[in-house]
């Protein structure tokens, strides 16, 4: 079960992973590149199976991908996190289209990385959004400073509406290709400091109901 | 006849759209009319037989317009192209109706063949719509101009009708009798109504079903076309080169960005806004060297000399990352704020000491940072062995007059 206060980051328990992907040979790609670093207990092709597996295997984590046979990832997060809302989610796609990956972050997904990330990298995030904290990609944070960058328009909220400079700021190096440790020697700030950040961002993102953030995902269709 | 030099078209014989002769189409362009309206007036005058001789005499006397005498011969599968014989047939049973009429009631000013004339005035309209070419426009027309157009002649029809049925039997003091009579029929009109639209909705939608299929069968077409010029192609040279993983991966990369861009292309245009143009740039350089590139763009403008200058640059950049680097990606970050456009592009590759890069190679001072300078912009490079290298580009914006 995962508990609020488990860190995985500390190389003590192992998260427990549900990987949730209609391309079997993926799957087994991901499970054989993850190796050690965390613990597989169970898979699944499609929204129907996903939601079974993961009621009854309760993971740390899940690996979802974003486009899934009935419904799509946001299918799965709805119905999962209603009854289970201890469970975290990773965002996992080849897509890329900015539509569907604001869209599985709003849904309650904690971190959104491409298909294309290295097995070892993947381990990190997967680490990270275990212990709680979010993991952007720089292609994430590209669309979400894109989403919440000026517009004529007040902000509905001022305090979800708008990214602080600090915020910016780190999502400005994320997108530039900066892993956590170095944004952090980078602005001079702890590591913590840079999650904490991150956090926050994705708490506006999934909270604000800022209209733009919708209108921008259907009008903009960034690759 | 003196023939007004612009917009009346001159009188000639129609060729697209006759029944007869083409007088009476002809006759309506020229004045402007619904070729109806021509048609039923000539047919009128014909009654007492003037309008025949019109008739006559203008078909010998106006040519047939040469313009859609050429067209006609030039596409004979034209839809417009023939007679519409069910309407001429239509004409000829009017006029002998009203003929008929004329003699039986033995004078134009009779009231009651005026209300004849009034029905059979507005059958003519509604029967109209049925002839096959209009009901065609009907039914696949999605403009609301041509829908509301034949409503409103629809309805004409029907008001003329009701009006000439209702004084026929008014004068023919028929009313009280007819009442029960007229109950009888609309109670039957309206359960044929009742039968008959659900039938007719069924085949409007039978036929935009049968478009919507059309128009799905052409896209799968251009996808398989699209997937077999493109996909297979490549994916059999990564089958023969599978043993250079650097080209296979190259291969995937291409295709990949290729596929890509053809599913969610963008409208911009590559050569005119700054976030297309630094994405193509990336493509470039990474097809040319092999190393991924990943750019992720935040914002865009449009291009200008200096901001084409940056891009020069920023391939350089990219460039040299690729070529002595070592890495095995790198991160292209273009941002378009208010006043300035910012390009960083990062490796996390061997990197050097700036110390040791000698005064004349061009690579890094000639093509970044003096490229940068002299258009009024500027580079800074951080960069030590080992930690990599980050290029980072600045130019301010050209404020929009």
């Known amino acids: ?223 | 006849m003196a023939v007004p030099a612009t917009d009346t078209p001159r009188l000639t014989r129609a060729v697209e759209g006759r029944l007869l002769g083409g007088v009476a189409a002809g006759l309506a362009r020229h004045l402007g009319l619904d070729p109806v309206v021509v048609r039923l007036a000539l047919m009128a005058l014909s009654v007492g037989g003037i309008g025949v001789a019109v008739y006559v005499a203008l078909y010998f006397f106006v040519p047939e317009d040469p313009e859609e005498k050429e067209k006609e011969s030039d596409e004979p599968g034209s839809r417009r192209k023939g007679r519409d014989l069910s309407q001429v047939v239509a004409y000829v049973g009017l006029a002998t109706g009203l003929g008929v009429l004329f003699l039986l009631f033995g004078g134009v000013f009779d009231p009651l063949l005026w209300f004849v004339v009034f029905g059979t005035l507005g059958g003519v309209i509604l029967w109209q719509h049925a002839n096959p070419s209009q009901r065609d426009e009907w039914m696949t027309s999605t403009v609301g101009g041509a829908g509301v157009k034949g409503l409103m002649r629809a309805g004409a029809g029907v008001l003329l009708v009701v009006v000439g049925v209702i004084g026929f039997l008014v004068f023919q003091e028929q009313l009280q009798n007819a009442r029960a009579g007229l109950t009888f029929a609309f109670t039957v009109l309206a359960g044929i109504a009742l039968i008959v639209a659900p039938w007719i909705i069924g085949l409007i939608r039978e036929r935009d079903q049968e478009r919507r299929e059309r128009i799905r069968n052409a896209e799968r077409a251009e996808l398989a076309a699209h997937i077999h010029d493109s996909v297979l192609h490549t994916l059999t040279l990564i089958q023969r080169r599978a043993e250079d993983p650097r080209e296979v991966q190259r291969l995937a990369r291409v295709q990949e960005r290729a596929l890509r861009s053809w599913l969610y292309q963008r409208p911009a245009d590559a050569d005119t806004t700054v976030s297309p143009a630094l994405e193509r740039v990336a493509a470039e350089v990474e097809e040319e060297h092999g190393i991924p590139i990943e750019v992720v763009c935040v914002g865009d403008c449009p291009m200008d000399d200096g901001l084409a200058a940056m891009l020069r640059a920023a391939r350089e950049a990219m460039v040299n990352a690729s070529k002595y680097a070592r890495t095995e990606n790198i991160s292209v970050f273009g941002e378009v704020d208010q006043e300035e456009v910012l390009v960083f592009v990062r490796d996390r590759g061997a990197g050097f000491d700036m110390d040791d890069i000698p005064e004349d190679r061009m690579g890094v001072r000639g093509s970044i940072l003096g490229r940068m300078e002299r258009h009024g912009g500027s580079a800074r490079i951080r960069t030590s062995p080992g930690e990599g290298t980050e290029v980072q580009l600045r130019m301010p914006r050209i404020p929009e007059a």
């Open chain 1, 1 to 223: 079960m995962a508990d609020e206060s488990t860190s995985f980051s500390d190389g003590g328990a192992v998260p427990r992973v549900v990987i949730v992907d209609d391309h079997r040979l993926f799957r087994s790609g991901v499970r054989g590149e993850l190796g050690e670093a965390v613990e597989v207990v169970g898979e699944a092709g499609d929204v129907d199976s996903a939601v079974h597996v993961i009621g009854e295997k309760q993971p740390d984590l899940v690996l979802l991908d974003v486009h899934l046979p009935g419904g799509g990832g946001v299918e799965v997060l709805r119905r999962v996190l209603a009854q289970h809302p201890q469970i975290r989610f990773l965002a996992l796609s080849v897509s890329d289209a900015a539509k569907d990956v604001i869209g599985v972050v709003r849904g309650g997904a904690r971190g959104y990385v491409t298909k294309t990330i290295s097995g070892r990298e993947l381990a990190d995030a997967i680490v990270r959004v275990a212990d709680g904290d979010a993991v952007f990609s720089p292609r994430l944070a590209g669309f979400v400073l894109d989403a919440f960058s000026a517009t004529d328009a007040p902000p509905v909220d001022p305090e979800l509406d708008r990214l602080t400079q600090r915020e910016r700021e780190v999502l400005r190096h994320i997108a530039r290709g900066y892993a956590y440790k170095e944004v952090a020697k980078e602005l001079f700030i702890s590591v913590k400091t840079v999650e904490t950040h991150v956090s926050s961002v994705l708490r506006k993102l999934q909270l604000s109901n800022r209209h733009e953030l919708s209108r921008w995902a259907t009008a903009r269709r960034l690759v």
